[in-house]
């Protein structure tokens, strides 16, 4: 026995609960150290011997270990408990381990890792084969989020269909000790989930919604869009890509105003589709001012162009659809911050903190602008998206700066292909939708034809097209019908670009 150890007395610790059968059969005793009482928590080797003490005065701050701790066995109570069993019950401290012993009748086998939760699974690898013997593997950690998190971490390291996690309704086993819940601790050992890594499933966990109807989502501002595609749903990635001065920007502003206003949608008379109320709007325009894109949005709703100098319009109506967007219209003033992590962080409050469900990116390329590894970051940044999407169940619209095309351009009416994306593999790798518009800037009476590039959800609407025209008063665009071939212009694009396509 180490010099340094402590001794002291079993006794009942009252306040705890703790009777003195429980404390006798851990060996967990209460003696002095420089004039204070103190509690002694025994750690024992293979053989039994008391080899180490934590010692546990009044003040958890002079907390401290005695003797030769890495000689003793990992958990505290092991070598009180024979190896094998249908159960044992894993605590991150050495009272509640003694109050779940106590509440199972002291005939369950109950443990405590050494040095809480930032120890966990340190500890539990350690006596991973003495913990292996038993049928059942139980972690009655702290219901805190350290507790939580160091509870799902060490039942990783058990073997699949053994690791349990409890859950109680207060914080840990002693307090439920203390307030006369023993039956409940004992039901939580007993009741436990099953651990299983995050993202595995099974077939109870999925079969309700299996047998649900699949149903449209939120219309587009266009009905052959959201006919085509079966409209816009949460969780998801939509890009958009065209040539410059095509109308993208206008596009991604009507369905920003649309978004907020659904009562400007195109009448949707044969889809079985429902308008929701107004909507919140995130909007990340990095190359544009809010104010700019304030005005603009506001001279869309009273249609007329009032970003256009000299065009007349009515103040008092400019200032009512200002002021209807108070509350639904959130933009980004970037003031020159571009970086990823600052962008990320404030879509996360968008999401979170706001509860902004529709988010409009503009233009994802230029959060790539000062990188080294373009497309090493390119792919990160659209990982990141697809995961906080399905995470935060939100849709997230963005736009994407294309590469020029060989033969002609797509400012003159090129065909969009998926390659022509600025970093098309991790961007057509992500997105679960790319919709592309193509236009000759030449010819002012040419429709803009939407074209669909990727469809993920039924893989039916890929390669549908429809016109959109634009309304130089209202400054909206309206869906036409194409008068040309279903597939536009002439494409003279299809060889390739000439960029690599990923840069």
């Known amino acids: 026995m180490p010099s340094d150890l402590l001794r002291g007395d079993h006794a009942p610790l009252r306040a705890r609960g703790l009777t003195l059968k429980t404390v006798e059969q851990y060996d967990y005793r209460v003696g002095t150290h420089n004039g204070e009482t103190v509690q002694i928590a025994p750690y024992h080797d293979a053989s039994g011997r008391v080899v180490a003490q934590k010692v546990r005065p009044r003040d958890k701050s002079k907390m401290h270990w005695r003797g030769k701790k890495k000689s003793a066995l990992p958990l505290f109570g092991q070598s009180k408990w024979k190896a094998g069993g249908r159960m044992i019950v894993v605590t991150e401290g050495e009272l509640d ?58 039942a990783a390291i058990i073997t699949p269909g053994k690791a349990y996690i409890a859950s109680l309704p207060l914080k840990d086993a002693s307090d439920m000790l203390q307030a006369g819940r023993a039956k409940e601790i004992v039901n939580a050992a007993w009741n436990a989930r099953e651990y299983r890594p995050d993202g595995i499933l099974d077939v109870a966990a999925l079969r309700e919604k299996a047998i649900l109807p699949p149903s449209y989502g939120l219309p587009f501002p266009f009905p052959s869009l959201t006919k085509a595609t079966y409209g816009i749903r949460r969780g998801e990635l939509i890009g958009y890509g065209a040539g410059v001065g095509t109308g993208k920007t206008t596009l991604f502003k009507q369905l920003m105003l649309t978004t907020m206003f659904p009562d400007m949608i195109e009448p949707h008379d044969d889809l079985p589709v429902t308008l929701t109320g107004p909507r919140k709007v995130g ?44 509350g639904l219209f959130f933009p980004y003033n970037h003031f020159g911050a571009k970086d990823w992590a600052s962008v990320k962080e404030r879509i996360r409050y968008m999401v979170l903190g706001l509860g902004i469900k529709d988010i409009f990116l503009d233009h994802l390329t230029a959060l790539i602008a000062h990188e080294e590894d373009d497309r090493k970051a390119l792919d990160a940044i659209m990982s990141d998206l697809a995961s906080m999407v399905e995470q935060y169940d939100f849709t997230l619209h963005f736009i994407s700066h294309l590469t020029t095309p060989k033969g002609t351009a797509h400012e003159e009416g090129g065909r969009v292909l998926e390659k022509h994306f600025t970093g098309s593999r991790a961007i057509a790798r992500w997105a679960h939708n790319l919709y592309a518009l193509e236009r000759d800037k030449q010819d002012p009476d040419s429709p803009t034809i939407f074209r669909i590039l990727k469809e993920r959800e039924t893989g039916d609407a890929t390669g549908v097209t429809f016109g959109l025209a634009y309304d130089r008063d209202t400054g909206l665009l309206r869906e036409v019908e194409l008068e040309e071939n279903r597939f536009g212009f002439t494409d003279q694009s299809a060889g390739g670009s000439t960029e690599d396509e990923d840069f």
Request: glycine share 6%; proline share 4%.
């Open 283 to 326: 909007a990340i325009l990095l190359e544009e001012n809010p104010v700019k894109t304030l005005r603009t949005l506001a001279g869309m709703r009273i249609g007329v162009r009032v970003h256009v100098p000299g065009v007349e319009f009515d103040e008092a109506a400019l200032r009512h659809a200002i002021d209807e967007m108070d």
């Open 97 to 154: 381990a003694m109050s779940a012993a106590q509440a199972m009748g002291n005939t369950w086998p109950a443990v405590s890792i050494p040095d809480g939760a930032h120890s966990a699974a340190k500890a539990v690898a350690k006596a991973a084969d003495w913990l292996e013997s038993f049928e059942r593997v139980v972690f009655m950690f702290d219901m805190d989020d350290d507790g939580q998190e160091a509870a799902v971490e060490a």
